[in-house]
C-alpha cells in the first residue's frame, strides 16, 4: 500500500474520515533523526505486508502541528488510531515493539486473527497441541542459545 506523507492536520482529518474503522499508523519523523531513517525501511515493508492498513509519514519539522497534535516528543514515533481514536503508541526505532503492534493490532498476517484452510483444501483439524518443531520456531534466538549453554553446562558437570 503507499505511503501517504501529511502535511497538515486538516488533511489528517479528511483522511481519517475517510477511513473510519480501518487502522492507521503515523509514522512521525524527521530528516536529520539517524534512527527514523534505520527503522524506514521496516515501516516500508510493513506498508506492503499490511494492505488493510493506512500508512502516513509525519516529518514534525514540517507538519509541527500534526506533531504537536499527538504530542510527539521523540523521533520515531509510531502513532496507532483505529477510525480518529489512538489505540497504540510505539516510541523509538524498536522493529520488534513495532511489529508487536501490527500483529496485536490486526492479527498474524495483517488479517483476522484465526486458522484457515488453504485454497481447494479441507478446513485444518490441527489444534497445535502436537507441532513442537513449529513452536520451537517461535522461540527467541537469544533463548534458544541460553538453553544451548546451560544444557552443555550440565552435561560437562555430570561428565
Not at 1 to 14: D, F, G, K, P, W
Not at 19 to 38: E, N, R
Request: with cysteine; aromatic share 10%.
Amino acid at each position: 500500500m503507499a505511503i501517504t506523507h501529511l502535511t497538515s492536520v486538516s488533511q489528517l482529518n479528511t483522511l481519517l474520515s475517510a477511513s473510519d474503522k480501518k487502522l492507521t499508523v503515523i509514522d512521525f519523523h524527521a530528516t536529520w533523526c539517524g534512527p527514523c531513517h534505520a527503522i524506514a525501511p521496516t515501516f516500508e515493508e510493513l506498508a506492503k505486508l499490511y494492505s488493510n492498513v493506512n500508512f502516513l509519514k509525519c516529518d514534525v519539522d514540517a507538519a509541527q502541528d500534526v506533531a504537536s497534535a499527538y504530542g510527539v516528543t521523540a523521533m520515531p514515533t509510531f502513532v496507532f488510531l483505529e477510525g480518529s481514536k489512538q489505540v497504540k503508541t510505539v516510541k523509538g526505532a524498536d522493529i520488534r515493539a513495532l511489529q508487536d503492534a501490527f500483529r496485536e493490532l490486526t492479527g498474524p498476517f495483517g488479517t483476522l486473527a484465526g486458522r484457515g484452510r488453504p485454497l481447494g483444501g479441507s478446513p485444518s483439524t490441527d489444534d497445535g497441541a502436537g507441532n513442537g518443531r513449529a513452536k520451537w520456531a517461535n522461540v527467541d534466538s537469544q533463548f534458544k542459545i541460553l538453553l544451548a549453554l546451560v544444557a552443555a553446562y550440565v552435561f560437562f558437570w555430570l561428565m
